[in-house]
């Protein structure tokens, strides 16, 4: 085995661990807040949050009510502790 490809199969092991722990840990939180929150770019968090959603790992809950912001309003996610 190549050592990039070593090096890539382990970061991606640790990002998703990293977005499992922020998931479990707290309240319902936006794919965009968990980027900010561990630092992982939010196109890594977004495949993260797939692969977590077709395995059953995490749920998600809907759009947060957000006042008077413009734009689209964040999808919440939970972990799934079924």
Same mark, same amino acid.
């Given at each position: 085995?190549?050592?990039?490809?070593?090096?890539?199969?382990?970061?991606?092991?640790?990002?998703? *661990?990293? @977005?499992?722990?922020? +998931?479990? %840990?707290?309240?319902?939180?936006? #794919?965009?807040?968990?980027?900010?929150?561990?630092?992982?770019?939010?196109?890594?968090?977004?495949?993260?949050?797939?692969?977590?959603?077709? *395995?059953? @790992?995490?749920?998600? +809950?809907? %759009?947060?009510?957000?006042?008077? #912001?413009?734009?689209?309003?964040?999808?919440?996610?939970?972990?799934?502790?079924?």
């Amino acid at each position: 085995m190549k050592l990039e490809s070593f090096i890539a199969s382990d970061l991606k092991a640790l990002n998703r *661990k990293t @977005v499992y722990g922020v +998931l479990k %840990s707290g309240e319902p939180i936006s #794919r965009a807040k968990i980027a900010r929150e561990t630092g992982i770019s939010a196109p890594t968090v977004l495949k993260i949050i797939d692969y977590f959603l077709s *395995k059953g @790992v995490v749920e998600e +809950l809907g %759009s947060r009510s957000g006042g008077n #912001r413009v734009g689209r309003k964040p999808k919440l996610l939970r972990f799934n502790p079924n």
